[in-house]
């Protein structure tokens, strides 16, 4: 009899410990939780060795367990698992009889080995539960509410309190050191091994798929937000599409529903492109011939510039909007990040486009209007201002798009460093010319249109970029001027006047002519000039509504380049005339006219010459002979 007890004690002992060993490879019926639960397991330990070299191990273990978790993720997805791993009627068969065997249970061990075993069968329950809700709920397109409800109620079956278990593992390990373990202890302990292990693989797996489907869910409110996910459903429920819906979605990953839906949306986004083009066109039409006295001819350009800007990037927009919501209903439950990361990188570079499109078009459309109605406004401050607008708009660009690859762009400048230094330093004559260009601008050396002339060309101001200034000369060439240069250099810029373009001359007339004739011109030029309408003197006045005073002392005939200047006098005895000086300015400012003007008072003074019978003197050669009859002659030249 007693033999028989021995015997019966060391296979239920033997049954036991075999039972605590191999446990951690039977709890599971998925192969990819049995890894990650083995994983998890040597974790623990190395952790409970708190080795320093044991750090390293268990970030390469970690990797590992990361892999198994994806591949469990792919897989559920996919829907590769047989359905009825996640089948409950057995579990709960299991859980009724160990409530009906705990009655049985003689000790506190036992009863608490009865209770893990019905805590575990619970949990595996409410995993299995959790597993097939979230996968069908992401297959009928279900809203957040509704998945969020799914999690919420695995967390609360999670929440359990295990102190009492933990207390019975002490008592088995504390107050019986060195003493053989019962069959009872022993069975205890393989099912609280068994209870922690199941904790541990579906707090990952719950936390990893919970992720998962977060991300899943922000990404997808495109498609829920349009209720697409009813219409599909609502087409795959008809019976006589349940096979086929099988077999596309065994080969194809797609339905007859959502083949249908996306069929749909493609129509209707190729029906709304040419149906707003269309009304564009009909809107622009109808205002082109409209004949009303009142009807206000802005409208019309308004209406034409908005159409001109966004007709090529709205196509552009809803050809790609089609190929995105359709990629999001053929991979809902796939959560191709990748792919919707570089469609709303294509959507903000579209809207850039749009953006500049918008402001290159108003530049264009409104420009001449807007300088001739602010006159003081600077062409090159309003193309300063849109090149920096286009440089803040990039600018947000990138860090949205940045933002969207999940790329910190604070910790992305900071990461540059010596990199970034580097970067500086070959940039540097970039940076120069930027600034150059601001300290040009802000001290108004010149602007666009304006004549300016440098030891190294001169020409037309044509514009006054960030980098260079473009100069037409008047051979028609178009030169660039680094900015750093023209900044750092001496410019003449013949432009800044605002009355008066210098004539001067000298008019020569002959040695033989009488003074008092010489000076009665004199006096005739003065008057003439002095009378003339295009010529400026001290009584000519002139619009100082354009003129601002600084806070500084200074005269605003010389800031704004106004001259008065008229001067005729008799100059001086040249080689071969007698000179008049002719020094005056010209009311206008502009060469065509200035030439103009000119030619009327050379007319003039030619007749006032004559009048007074006078010639012009021009370069001569007098020789005087002289023989005084005891040598050759002696010649004298005067020239």
């Given at each position: 009899?007693?033999?028989?007890?021995?015997?019966?004690?060391?296979?239920?002992?033997?049954?036991?410990?075999?039972?605590?060993?191999?446990?951690?490879?039977?709890?599971?019926?998925?192969?990819?939780?049995?890894?990650?639960?083995?994983?998890?397991?040597?974790?623990?330990?190395?952790?409970?060795?708190?080795?320093?070299?044991?750090?390293?191990?268990?970030?390469?273990?970690?990797?590992?367990?990361?892999?198994?978790?994806?591949?469990?993720?792919?897989?559920?997805?996919?829907?590769?698992?047989?359905?009825?791993?996640?089948?409950?009627?057995?579990?709960?068969?299991?859980?009724?009889?160990?409530?009906?065997?705990?009655?049985?249970?003689?000790?506190?061990?036992?009863?608490?080995?009865?209770?893990?075993?019905?805590?575990?069968?619970?949990?595996?329950?409410?995993?299995?539960?959790?597993?097939?809700?979230?996968?069908?709920?992401?297959?009928?397109?279900?809203?957040?509410?509704?998945?969020?409800?799914?999690?919420?109620?695995?967390?609360?079956?999670?929440?359990?309190?295990?102190?009492?278990?933990?207390?019975?593992?002490?008592?088995?390990?504390?107050?019986?050191?060195?003493?053989?373990?019962?069959?009872?202890?022993?069975?205890?302990?393989?099912?609280?091994?068994?209870?922690?292990?199941?904790?541990?693989?579906?707090?990952?797996?719950?936390?990893?798929?919970?992720?998962?489907?977060?991300?899943?869910?922000?990404?997808?409110?495109?498609?829920?937000?349009?209720?697409?996910?009813d219409t599909i459903d609502a087409i795959n429920k008809h019976t006589s599409l349940k096979k086929t819906n099988i077999a596309l979605k065994k080969y194809f990953i797609i339905t007859v529903g959502e083949i249908i839906t996306i069929v749909a949306l493609l129509l209707f986004i190729f029906i709304?492109?040419?149906?707003?083009?269309?009304?564009?066109?009909?809107?622009?039409?109808?205002?082109?011939?409209?004949?009303?006295?009142?009807?206000?001819?802005?409208?019309?350009?308004?209406?034409?510039?908005?159409?001109?800007?966004?007709?090529?990037?709205?196509?552009?927009?809803?050809?790609?909007?089609?190929?995105?919501?359709?990629?999001?209903?053929?991979?809902?439950?796939?959560?191709?990040?990748?792919?919707?990361?570089?469609?709303?990188?294509?959507?903000?570079?579209?809207?850039?486009?749009?953006?500049?499109?918008?402001?290159?078009?108003?530049?264009?459309?409104?420009?001449?209007?807007?300088?001739?109605?602010?006159?003081?406004?600077?062409?090159?401050?309003?193309?300063?201002?849109?090149?920096?607008?286009?440089?803040?708009?990039?600018?947000?660009?990138?860090?949205?798009?940045?933002?969207?690859?999940?790329?910190?762009?604070?910790?992305?400048?900071?990461?540059?460093?010596?990199?970034?230094?580097?970067?500086?330093?070959?940039?540097?004559?970039?940076?120069?010319?930027?600034?150059?260009?601001?300290?040009?601008?802000?001290?108004?050396?010149?602007?666009?249109?304006?004549?300016?002339?440098?030891?190294?060309?001169?020409?037309?101001?044509?514009?006054?970029?960030?980098?260079?200034?473009?100069?037409?000369?008047?051979?028609?060439?178009?030169?660039?001027?680094?900015?750093?240069?023209?900044?750092?250099?001496?410019?003449?810029?013949?432009?800044?006047?605002?009355?008066?373009?210098?004539?001067?001359?000298?008019?020569?007339?002959?040695?033989?002519?009488?003074?008092?004739?010489?000076?009665?011109?004199?006096?005739?030029?003065?008057?003439?000039?002095?009378?003339?309408?295009?010529?400026?003197?001290?009584?000519?006045?002139?619009?100082?509504?354009s003129l601002q005073s600084r806070s500084r002392i200074e005269k605003l005939e010389d800031l704004y380049g106004i001259s008065k200047t008229l001067l005729v006098f008799l100059d001086d005895y040249g080689e071969s005339s007698i000179n008049i000086l002719i020094y005056c300015f010209s009311n206008?400012?502009?060469?065509?006219?200035?030439?103009?003007?000119?030619?009327?008072?050379?007319?003039?003074?030619?007749?006032?010459?004559?009048?007074?019978?006078?010639?012009?003197?021009?370069?001569?050669?007098?020789?005087?002979?002289?023989?005084?009859?005891?040598?050759?002659?002696?010649?004298?030249?005067?020239?």
């Amino acid at each position: 009899m007693r033999l028989i007890s021995l015997l019966i004690f060391i296979i239920t002992s033997s049954f036991a410990f075999d039972y605590e060993k191999n446990i951690e490879y039977k709890r599971f019926k998925i192969v990819e939780l049995n890894k990650i639960s083995d994983i998890q397991r040597e974790i623990l330990k190395l952790r409970a060795m708190n080795l320093k070299d044991n750090k390293k191990l268990i970030e390469v273990i970690k990797k590992e367990r990361l892999l198994f978790i994806n591949m469990f993720l792919n897989k559920y997805i996919a829907n590769k698992y047989p359905k009825n791993l996640f089948n409950n009627s057995k579990n709960k068969k299991k859980i009724r009889v160990l409530k009906d065997n705990k009655l049985s249970a003689s000790t506190y061990i036992q009863d608490a080995t009865y209770n893990i075993k019905i805590l575990s069968h619970q949990l595996k329950d409410a995993f299995n539960k959790m597993l097939y809700d979230a996968n069908k709920a992401i297959d009928n397109y279900e809203s957040d509410k509704v998945i969020n409800s799914i999690f919420l109620t695995f967390e609360k079956a999670m929440t359990v309190n295990i102190r009492v278990y933990r207390r019975v593992y002490k008592d088995i390990y504390e107050t019986n050191k060195g003493v053989n373990k019962n069959a009872d202890e022993l069975k205890f302990l393989a099912c609280y091994y068994m209870l922690e292990d199941q904790f541990l693989v579906y707090d990952i797996i719950f936390k990893n798929i919970e992720q998962y489907v977060n991300k899943m869910s922000s990404t997808q409110t495109m498609v829920n937000t349009l209720h697409v996910g009813d219409t599909i459903d609502a087409i795959n429920k008809h019976t006589s599409l349940k096979k086929t819906n099988i077999a596309l979605k065994k080969y194809f990953i797609i339905t007859v529903g959502e083949i249908i839906t996306i069929v749909a949306l493609l129509l209707f986004i190729f029906i709304l492109y040419f149906s707003i083009l269309a009304i564009f066109r009909k809107l622009i039409s109808t205002l082109h011939n409209k004949d009303d006295d009142n009807y206000d001819s802005k409208i019309k350009v308004d209406n034409h510039f908005i159409y001109k800007s966004l007709a090529k990037p709205l196509k552009i927009l809803l050809f790609l909007f089609a190929i995105d919501i359709s990629q999001r209903i053929i991979f809902y439950a796939y959560n191709n990040l990748d792919v919707i990361y570089y469609i709303d990188i294509a959507y903000a570079l579209i809207f850039v486009w749009i953006l500049f499109r918008l402001i290159d078009n108003y530049v264009l459309t409104y420009s001449g209007n807007f300088l001739v109605e602010f006159p003081g406004m600077r062409a090159e401050v309003i193309n300063f201002s849109i090149t920096l607008l286009r440089v803040i708009i990039m600018a947000v660009a990138i860090t949205v798009i940045l933002d969207n690859m999940n790329i910190s762009v604070t910790g992305f400048l900071a990461s540059l460093g010596i990199g970034g230094i580097a970067l500086a330093l070959a940039a540097k004559t970039s940076l120069e010319n930027m600034f150059s260009s601001i300290s040009i601008i802000m001290d108004n050396m010149f602007s666009q249109g304006d004549w300016i002339v440098t030891a190294k060309g001169q020409g037309t101001v044509v514009e006054i970029g960030l980098r260079s200034t473009k100069v037409r000369t008047f051979d028609n060439a178009l030169t660039y001027f680094p900015n750093s240069y023209l900044a750092n250099t001496e410019v003449k810029n013949f432009s800044k006047r605002k009355l008066g373009r210098r004539i001067k001359m000298k008019i020569g007339v002959t040695y033989g002519s009488k003074i008092d004739d010489i000076l009665s011109a004199v006096d005739e030029i003065r008057e003439m000039l002095e009378e003339h309408p295009d010529i400026a003197n001290r009584l000519t006045q002139f619009d100082q509504s354009s003129l601002q005073s600084r806070s500084r002392i200074e005269k605003l005939e010389d800031l704004y380049g106004i001259s008065k200047t008229l001067l005729v006098f008799l100059d001086d005895y040249g080689e071969s005339s007698i000179n008049i000086l002719i020094y005056c300015f010209s009311n206008s400012v502009v060469w065509d006219e200035w030439l103009a003007v000119k030619q009327d008072v050379l007319y003039k003074i030619d007749k006032i010459i004559k009048r007074n019978n006078l010639e012009f003197a021009f370069p001569s050669e007098t020789l005087f002979l002289s023989n005084d009859g005891k040598s050759a002659f002696d010649i004298s030249v005067n020239k």
